[in-house]
Each structure stands twice: as C-alpha cells, then as structure tokens.
C-alpha cells in the first residue's frame, strides 16, 4: 500500500546535518514537506512526538518519527531505493564514513565556526548549546584553537581533494550518494558561515568543483510548509505503521515489549523512554505515549546510541 502520509522533516534552514537530508531528497527527488522550528530550545510541539529527543533533524511519517539522520536516511532509502545512495556498491564504507563526518570532522568545522564568529552568538543560543553539549561555551577557548581547526579542516578537506584526483564526478564515481552526503554537510556549513571560506578552499579546485555538483543536486520538491502544530496533529491521527520484529542476533536478549531508554552517547544526551517494537543491528524502534501526540514509534539508529534496560 502507498504511504498516505508525507514527508515531513523537522529542520532549520542553517542546520549542517538536515543539509545532508534535504541533500538526500535532492538525490532521490523526493517531494517533502518541511516544519521550520527554532534553532533553539523550547520546540513545545515536536517534543511530544520524539519522546524528549532534541537534536536536529527529525523526520516524521504520520505517527513514525526519526530521530538521527543515520536512521533518516536508512528510512528514506528503503522507501524510496532508487536512485541509490550506494551506486558505485561501497555501502558498508560508506556507512562508516559517517564517523567521520559527522564526528571528527564536524567537530573540528563547528570549532571553526563558533571561534570565528564567537563575539556575534546571541546568548540564548550559547546558553541553549551549553545545555546540549553539557560543557560551557567557551568563547576565548574557541578563538585561541582557531589556527589548530585550520590546519585540521585542510586535512580534513585535502582528503576530499585526493578522493577526486582521478577525475571522478562524486567521490565514489560518476554518480552521486551517501559519501557526498555525509562530506558536503561539513564543507556546506563553512561556506555558510564563514566569510574567508574561500580563501580556505582556494587549493583544493577537485573538491570545489565537486562541492557545485553536489549543491546542483538541489533538495528535490519541497512541496509545502506546515507549522509545528500542524504536524502534530498528523501524528495524533496517524497509527504508527511499524510492524513488530524480533532479533535473533541481540547480544544482549533484547527483543519486543521491553521497556528501555535510549540516549545519544555524544551530545544533547535526553533518554527517550518507550517500549521496544523492533531492533536489528543497525535499528531500535520504540512505543511511547504522549498526552498530545498519542501513540507514536520512535525509531534511532544503533551506532552512536545506548540502550538501557528499564525495570
Ligand atoms: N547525530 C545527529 C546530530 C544532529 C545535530 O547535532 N544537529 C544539530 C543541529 S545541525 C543539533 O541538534 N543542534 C541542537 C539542536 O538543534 O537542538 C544526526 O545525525 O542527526
């Protein structure tokens, strides 16, 4: 049966990691529908539907959230598998890249940019990222370790570069997928935000050229916009559609109807408490009940995640 719900993604447009879903939809050519909220905290509508989760993007389907865009786009490619985000095979790889990205690298490029431009962030938003990160916004530490994010963003970048050296259109061939995702938010978010970003990139013209490709690739059909209300009411009238499913290989007898926590294990660390409905290596989806939202399935991926039994 045809999904009778939209796409919609939870985002804001300076967002570095929804960059990498709206990238997603711009490959696949997804038509979407987009809720804008706040860069920061309270978002007193979605939180009712991720169970407290509060990173940004989050993908809902009807009454399915995503949380993380590892498990967004796992979804969005088994929905919609064609074209690809894995055309040259190298789907394992490019998985594991991620790690990089969205840890190593993002780290040192979100350094960059909140050293470079620490005198100009409100305090709302400092106070806000203090509270996610559980460590003080250090504003004179961040400007003292700006030349070290430089020369570990060249690094970073140069990698890129030397991925492209033969000439290829995308970094694992002609066609574009999950590694230009996972590598375009970081130099996307630079060019964003900082004013010298060109002179940053000046020496790296295979990754420039790549870097107009992939912003070619566009974001697919952003049909419409709704308001968060809006999309909460969604979610109140939906049924979550995930079936239940065991996982003969949980190391730890995992399965359905247990009652668990799940916590990011870097940052913005809030459980999120539910009962399983199905797991597998690389997935946990929860049941969780709210008040405004009503039943939802909370889904997340396993890497990067921690799964805490509940008595
Ligand atoms: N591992 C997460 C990271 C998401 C993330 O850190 N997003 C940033 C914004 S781009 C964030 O959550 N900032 C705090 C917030 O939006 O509350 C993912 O892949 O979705």
Redesign the pocket.
């Known amino acids: 049966m045809a999904n009778p719900f939209p796409i919609i993604l939870h985002h ?1 447009e300076k ?4 960059e ?1 879903v709206r990238v997603v939809f711009g490959i696949k050519n997804i038509a979407w529908t987009s809720v804008l909220i706040p ?3 309270p978002r007193p509508d979605l939180m009712p539907m991720t169970g407290g989760y ?4 989050t993908l809902q389907i009807g009454a399915d959230i995503y ?4 498990i ?1 786009i796992r979804e969005l490619e088994r929905r919609f598998p064609q074209p690809t985000l894995y055309p040259a095979g190298n789907a394992g790889i490019a998985w594991g890249l ?1 790690m990089w990205t ?1 840890r190593s690298f993002f780290q040192n490029t979100v350094n960059l940019v909140f050293g470079s431009l620490a005198d100009q962030v409100p305090k709302e938003f400092r106070e ?2 203090e509270q ?1 990160r559980g460590q003080k916004f250090d504003v004179d530490a961040m400007k003292a370790a700006i030349p070290q994010m430089r020369d570990q963003l060249r690094a970073h970048v140069d990698w890129i570069e030397t991925q492209l050296h033969d000439g290829r259109a995308f970094l694992g061939g002609p066609l574009p997928g999950l590694g230009d995702v996972h590598a375009y938010m970081n130099i996307w978010y630079v060019r964003g935000n900082l004013p010298d970003a060109a002179k940053l990139f000046e020496r790296f013209p295979k990754m420039l050229a790549w870097e107009q490709r992939v912003k070619d690739i566009g974001h697919g059909t952003r049909e419409r916009e709704l308001s968060s209300a809006e999309a909460l009411e969604i979610a109140r009238n939906a049924t979550p559609q995930t079936p239940t499913a065991e996982d003969a290989g949980d190391l730890n007898g995992r399965k359905p109807g247990d009652r668990v926590q799940v916590i ?1 294990d ?3 660390k809030i459980p999120v408490q539910g009962t399983i409905v199905s797991l597998s290596a690389q997935h946990i989806a929860i049941r969780c009940k709210d008040e405004r939202a009503g039943e939802v399935v909370v889904h997340f991926p396993r890497a ?1 995640f921690l799964v805490i039994p509940l008595s």
């Open positions: 804001f967002s570095p990691f929804s990498k860069r920061i905290m509060r990173r940004t993007p949380c993380d865009t590892q967004i991620g969205d806000d990222r996610l990011p870097d940052y913005g990067g």
